[in-house]
């Protein structure tokens, strides 16, 4: 696992920060999104203010802990990218962990 991102979230429910990885470095945003079914996301992934390239959902671990399960893709990656976006140990800080795996 490795930390390639980190974020603080806003009122509102945004999270903003930055992905950054050998091939990725990107002021990130993820956004709410209205859901169309039960399986949409719940968050849309934008890099910069336009460009949507990936989506979370919300999870809760078997702990308890609230965190996002989120998924990263552009036609330019060799393959998806899959995370968990955390809190972090600092209060509003937040994490996103990368994790080799095939998705949920």
Do not use: C
Not at 10 to 25: D, P
Not at 58 to 63: A, D, F, N, P, Y
Not at 81 to 88: D, F, H, R
Request: charged content about 25%.
């Amino acid at each position: 696992m490795a930390t390639i991102g980190t974020f603080t979230r806003s009122a509102g429910g945004t999270f903003t920060g930055a992905v950054k990885t050998l091939s990725i470095n990107a002021k990130t945003t993820i956004k709410p999104a209205d859901k169309a079914s039960d399986k949409a996301p719940d968050y849309r992934v934008f890099a910069g203010s336009s460009v949507e390239f990936g989506a979370a959902w919300k999870k809760t671990s078997g702990e308890g802990r609230a965190y996002l399960s989120v998924k990263l893709d552009d036609p330019s990656f060799p393959a998806p990218i899959y995370a968990t976006l955390v809190e972090g140990e600092e209060t509003g800080s937040y994490s996103l962990i990368w994790s080799r795996r095939n998705g949920d």
